[in-house]
């Protein structure tokens, strides 16, 4: 089974323009479970332009599902993720100035720091995942670092999809076999939709979970988020 995780950012975005509390970012991480997501994402940036670290706190008591909280380890980072405990914390190496992620570790570079912060989250039993472009020497670097899982950055695939799907998902197939073959679960998100995820999903059976954001929050635009979080869950059935 393929566990959808619904990030929640940009819910978040929404009620910061106004300043108030609507939408309720906590009511609709509730709802989301309600209507059949699997996973509550939140990606707490250091100026809190989306999700605050409030929230972060405020979700962990209240969710009923897997949380999941991404993010850079810096420091504040790290003290939130220790504090909140989620089931999972996915390493991302944003810089404090980026739209969104638009990259993946290098884990040769990065090696042994991300095996300190690692063996730190593994310690306090946190699942850990790192978010890595499809590139197979980096998933034998992450293989290295000791982590539970990866996540594969599918925005090189969302683009190249809508002119070469087989291409498209070519480098993600092998990754994500490397990945299995080395003991890792395999994650994926950025840019998924309703029209990519399911080839995603049938090129890569065995994927244990997507985050998705922007599109499926998009979509509920015009399906409301029942219907969508419905039609999502249905791209991942086998
Ligand atoms: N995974 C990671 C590591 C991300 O940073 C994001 C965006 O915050 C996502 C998944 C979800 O991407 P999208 O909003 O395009 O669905």
Redesign the pocket.
Known sequence: MTRLSV?I??VATLRNARGGNNPNVLQVALDCERFGAQGI?V?PRPDERHIRYQDVLDLKPILTTEFNI?GNPQDRYMNLVLQVKPHQA?L?P?ADNVL??NAGWDTIEYQSYLTDIISELKKHGIRTSI?VDPVEKMIEGAAKTGTDRI?L?T?PYARQFRHNPAEAVAPYVRCAQLAQQLGLGVNA?????LHNLRYLKQQIPFLDEV??????ICDALYYGLENTIRLYRRQLEN
Do not use: M, P, Q, R
């Open positions: 990030n950012n940009k994402t990606h991404e996915t991302v944003d969104t992620s978010f996540e950055y925005e998100g950025h840019d998924l939709d985050s998705i954001g922007h599109a499926l």
